[in-house]
Every structure is written in C-alpha cells, then in structure tokens.
C-alpha cells in the first residue's frame, strides 16, 4: 500500500468514526422513551395507573394527543417531572388484554417530534380477598385469598388488634391501623405477600387511623390524635421517605375521615371547627365547605364530579344516620340521597359510578333489627332491596374493582357464631359465600 492509498485508508476511517459519533451524540440527544409501566406482558392491578418516562421534557399537549389505550376507559393525567401518569377512572377488566400506544407526533420542548412510537399491552389480573379471621381470637389474623374454594394464605402482620386494612390501587402496598396493649395506634405497610413489613408512624399513645392512600401511592392521610387529647387533625405520610406532618401548618387545625380524589388533586375531609366537610385543593390549599353536623365515610365519585357522605339528623329525641350527596361542579351544593331516609349508612360507589350500595335499616323496625343492603341508581334515583332477612346485619360494602359484583359482611344478630364475607352479584342477584367467621374484608387489586 502507498503514501497515498494509506491516506485515503486513514480518511475513510476518520469519515467513519464522525458519522459513527454524529449518530451517538444525535442518539443520546434525542428525547426518547425510556421507560413504560406497566411493564409489556405483566399482570397488574385493574386499578394501576400508566406511566411513561421521558428522557427530556416534552409538550404536553403533544404527547396527551398521542396516548392512546385499548379498550377505552376515561381517565385523568397528571405530570411528575418527564413522565406521563394516566389515572384510570374505572378499573380495567380482570384478565382482558390493555393496549396502549405512544404514538407518533410528540414533540419536546424545542419542538422537534420525537421519532417513531411506542406499543405495548398488559393484562390485568384478577383481585384478591383480604380479611380477618377468626372473630373469636382476641388478635385475629390476616388472610388473603385467591379464589373461592382454594386455601387462604396467612399473611404476617404486626403484633397487635388489627382495626383497619387498605390496599392502595396498584396492590402492591397495605397499609394497616393497629392498636397496641396501651390502646395507641399506629400505621404499617407490608407489601402484597405480607413481606418488607415497616412501622409507618409513631403515634402510641396517641391514635393513627384512618389511612387512605392517594390514588398514585405516593402519599397516605390519616386522622392523628395525641395521647390525652379529644381533637384529631389531618396528616400526610410519604410511603417513600417514611416522612410525615400535618396537612395545615395551623397547630389548631382539626380533621378527620379523609378521602382523596379520583386524581388525587384534592382531599376531603370532616372539619369539626367549622362543623362542615372540606374538600382542600392540595396545589393551591382552596377549599370548599359542605355544612354537615358530623359528616363522616366521604367517598368522591369515580368521575370526582360529586360526593357522598354521611351526616345525622334528629328524628324525634333521637339522631339517625342519613346519607347525602353533594354535587361539586356545583360549589357543593347538597341533597339527600332519599327524601324518605331511614336509618342509612355505609355508601359505596360502584367502578362504574352508575350504583351507590348502602346499609339500611327502618326506623319503626317493621322488618327486623337487621341492615339491609340497598343499591341507589344514581342517574335514575331509583333504590332497590337486595336483602330480606330482619335478623342479619349487612355491612362493609366493597365494589370488586373492575366487575359489578359486592363483597358485604354479614352478621347474624340472633346467632353465637362470628359475621361472614359474602359475594353479591348484581347481574344474577345471587349471593355466594366467600369465607365463614371472616370480618373487615377488602379488595385487594
């Protein structure tokens, strides 16, 4: 080879290695997608949010235009840093193939449109029970179960009275309310097997109750009482960092019963000082009042467009329980649920925000001392019955994400024997029996 063959050679080889580093440097300074969850093949909760994770800041309107989903389901975004977060408003169907596609015409912020798209599916999977048993124990213990006929798995959970079990949406995390031996109350997590169990709070002597999860995971509110005090008041607790404060920096602010918005934008919650529900816009600290005399069990709709509670209303010399809707699209303008209320309580919303199922029970006892089951039609405001039987109580309604069918407890007011977890599907009207001498059942998604 010559002088000058070996400086073409050499320019070649230079020519080569810049249009391999152009393309690096272009490959790396391009926005891309660089991670998506649900993970393509996995099994998720109905209940789980959608995330994509962007290399650089993109154009919002762009990349909402150009997420697409497969079967539709309404939902809500939100934005934390580079990734996209879809909160759907009603679970997804249990075992039914999800399809979503990042498709092109995204742009970043200095509008060139990112290449190409992104496709992925996932298939929901089907969830589980968790409850106590058996009622006799003097600290029960927590199951979860499957399917209807297999065997219930134990779970570990801390020493101590366990007074309340939530999953958050994605199934991933509980969060439980224990009492100790001083009667105090704190908050642990463990995961979904009972493992990587942690001590969230440390209120004992003082009381934590009432834990909820906001509807990403992130955050959990509860109601917290100190030791020898008759006020609670609002708190916020990072599942992350384990870090938690009052939600008002006012030491004498009070509340209670806290639930969250389908988008967790907002929080709700019974504020004895002012004797009203406030629904608090968590980016600006606003609020709405709803006067109540003691509001308690708020839930937000599936859409976030109205709220149902509880309040107390006299009724002679006595106070009965009576439920109540408020309509926030419209300053929280409320209404009874019946104009002909009984003694009713315990509301829930259907996934599909077309039911709300409520215990009830007559006030002049004409059929028995038990609570029924009833199931209001919120656009046609219609109530039907879905149980008969005066000597049991029915209560601790729960939607089984993603279907139409009811888990309720319960009680049989003139047996020795401990409440039952039943299944109620409103398609059939039929009931099955999920567990005998079972209590505080949950979905667990």
């Not at 002597?205 to 009432?210: A, F, S, V």
């Not at 609670?232 to 990072?238: E, G, M, Q, T, V």
């Not at 000082?273 to 709405?288: C, Y």
């Amino acid at each position: 080879m010559n002088r000058t063959e070996r400086l073409i050679l050499i320019a070649s080889l230079l020519l080569v290695l810049g249009i391999a580093s152009a393309v690096v440097i272009s490959t790396r300074s391009t926005t891309r997608i660089v991670e998506v969850s649900p993970l393509p093949g996995s099994s998720p909760a109905v209940t789980t949010p959608i995330r994509v994770s962007f290399s650089k800041p993109v154009d919002y309107d762009s990349a909402l235009a150009a997420f697409l989903i497969s079967p539709p389901v309404g939902g809500d975004f939100l934005w934390e840093d580079n990734t996209l977060i879809f909160i759907p408003v009603q679970p997804f169907d249990p075992l039914t193939p999800v399809t979503v596609e990042i498709a092109s015409g995204v742009e970043d912020t200095s509008g060139r449109v990112i290449p190409g798209s992104r496709v992925w599916s996932f298939t929901p999977r089907r969830p589980e029970l968790l409850y106590l048993s058996p009622s006799t124990a003097e600290n029960p213990d927590l199951w979860r179960l499957s399917e209807p006929g297999e065997a219930p798995v134990q779970l570990p959970a801390p020493a101590g009275e366990i007074l309340e079990i939530v999953p958050n949406d994605e199934g991933a995390r509980i969060v439980l309310s224990v009492e100790d031996d001083l009667r105090g109350v704190d908050i642990w997590t463990p995961g979904r097997d009972g493992d990587d169990l942690r001590q969230l709070t440390d209120c004992s002597p003082g009381r934590c109750l009432h834990p909820v999860w906001s509807p990403d995971g992130r955050l959990v509110a509860y109601e917290r009482q100190e030791s020898g005090s008759t006020a609670s008041a609002i708190w916020l607790l990072d599942s992350e960092s384990g870090q938690t404060s009052p939600l008002f920096e006012n030491p004498d602010a009070v509340g209670a019963d806290p639930c969250w918005s389908t988008d967790g934008a907002e929080l709700a919650f019974f504020d004895s000082a002012v004797q009203a529900i406030r629904v608090v816009h968590l980016a600006d600290g606003t609020s709405l009042r709803i006067p109540v005399t003691a509001g308690e069990g708020c839930r937000f709709s599936p859409d976030g467009g109205l709220l149902v509670y509880v309040d107390i209303r006299p009724v002679g010399r006595q106070y009965f329980p009576e439920i109540w809707i408020a309509n926030l699209n419209n300053g929280g303008v409320s209404s009874p649920l019946d104009v002909d209320a009984q003694e009713d309580q315990s509301p829930v919303w259907s996934p599909d925000g077309r039911y709300i199922a409520f215990a009830r029970r007559l006030l002049d006892r004409s059929e028995g001392m038990g609570s029924q089951l009833m199931l209001f039609e919120v656009e046609s405001r219609q109530i039907e019955q879905g149980t008969a039987t005066e000597n049991d109580n029915h209560t601790r309604f729960a939607w089984e994400p993603g279907t139409n069918r009811l888990l309720v407890q319960r009680f049989d007011l003139t047996a020795g024997s401990g409440p039952d977890l039943l299944l109620f599907d409103l398609g059939t009207g039929e009931f099955t029996t999920l567990v005998e001498d079972a209590y505080y059942g949950v979905w667990l998604p």
